[in-house]
């Protein structure tokens, strides 16, 4: 049932890499299991899927507890408290929601030195809802050029979660500027885009996305 569903899903990506020109496997599914049981996330491995998505630490903790014997590259995506940074750096292998300098620096700070350099994108608020975490558009340059000089962090990009819309032009216009706001930095390194959610997958591929992040179309809906 579960691997069927990451079957479609992931045929679903690959035809949309071709609908979109876009390069064949450029597309990486981040599985989003918050809510989701141990089980559920094993049953999604043993499928094949590596990349699993969680937005509450403590809930992440006792799965990575729970699955240790399995490879997984666990990413963490919700808000960041300023006192759980250590258990991030510690227990994951990307962090998609920096979007502070403080923030970025306690990451560096506390990464352990015996693990690889972490991997983080720096959460971009494009639609400009107040309610909303993120930096601005304008804030991007400034921040992208700080934390490049953090030793144990690896700046990979940028992630958005842009106002919720129906239209399919609409979803596509905040990830199309945000694109366009990156590649004008010129920096190879920024080679990822954390873009789209299961309400917005093609829109998101559409405009360059390289993680979609997507827990509903795969998990069903969460209670
Ligand atoms: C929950 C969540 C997702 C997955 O959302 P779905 O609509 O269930 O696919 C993706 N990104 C973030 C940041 C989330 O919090």
Same mark, same amino acid.
């Given at each position: 049932m579960l691997a069927n569903q990451l079957h479609k899903l992931l045929q679903e990506i690959q035809q949309a890499e071709v609908a979109y020109q876009r390069p064949p496997g450029s597309v990486q599914l981040l599985a989003v299991s918050k809510t989701k049981s141990t089980a559920e996330i094993a049953w999604a491995y043993q499928a094949g899927q590596r990349h699993f998505g969680e937005n509450y630490c403590q809930e992440a903790l006792i799965k990575q507890r729970a699955l240790g014997a399995f490879d997984i590259s666990w990413h963490f995506i919700g808000p960041i408290q300023s006192n759980k940074t250590k258990l991030l750096a510690t227990k =994951?292998?990307?962090?998609?929601?920096? +979007?502070? /300098?403080? %923030?970025? $620096?306690?990451?560096?700070? $506390?990464?352990?030195?015996?693990? #690889?350099? /972490?991997? %983080?994108?720096? $959460?971009?608020? %494009?639609?400009?809802? &107040?309610?909303? &975490?993120? %930096?601005?558009? +304008?804030?991007?340059? /400034?921040?992208?050029? $700080?934390?490049?000089?953090l030793a144990n962090l690896k700046l990979r990009g940028v992630m958005a979660i842009p106002k919720p819309e129906d239209d399919f032009e609409r979803q596509r216009l905040p990830y199309k500027q945000l694109f366009a706001a990156v590649a004008a930095l010129d920096n #190879?390194?920024? +080679?990822? =885009?954390?873009f789209g959610m299961s309400g917005d997958l093609q829109a998101a591929i559409a405009e360059g996305a390289t993680i979609v992040r997507i827990g509903t179309a795969l998990f069903g809906a969460r209670g």
């Amino acid at each position: 049932m579960l691997a069927n569903q990451l079957h479609k899903l992931l045929q679903e990506i690959q035809q949309a890499e071709v609908a979109y020109q876009r390069p064949p496997g450029s597309v990486q599914l981040l599985a989003v299991s918050k809510t989701k049981s141990t089980a559920e996330i094993a049953w999604a491995y043993q499928a094949g899927q590596r990349h699993f998505g969680e937005n509450y630490c403590q809930e992440a903790l006792i799965k990575q507890r729970a699955l240790g014997a399995f490879d997984i590259s666990w990413h963490f995506i919700g808000p960041i408290q300023s006192n759980k940074t250590k258990l991030l750096a510690t227990k =994951f292998a990307w962090v998609h929601t920096v +979007d502070s /300098l403080k %923030i970025a $620096q306690r990451l560096s700070a $506390q990464r352990p030195a015996s693990l #690889p350099p /972490l991997n %983080i994108c720096l $959460q971009v608020n %494009i639609s400009g809802e &107040a309610s909303k &975490a993120g %930096i601005s558009l +304008d804030e991007l340059p /400034l921040l992208c050029a $700080q934390v490049a000089g953090l030793a144990n962090l690896k700046l990979r990009g940028v992630m958005a979660i842009p106002k919720p819309e129906d239209d399919f032009e609409r979803q596509r216009l905040p990830y199309k500027q945000l694109f366009a706001a990156v590649a004008a930095l010129d920096n #190879p390194s920024l +080679d990822t =885009f954390s873009f789209g959610m299961s309400g917005d997958l093609q829109a998101a591929i559409a405009e360059g996305a390289t993680i979609v992040r997507i827990g509903t179309a795969l998990f069903g809906a969460r209670g």
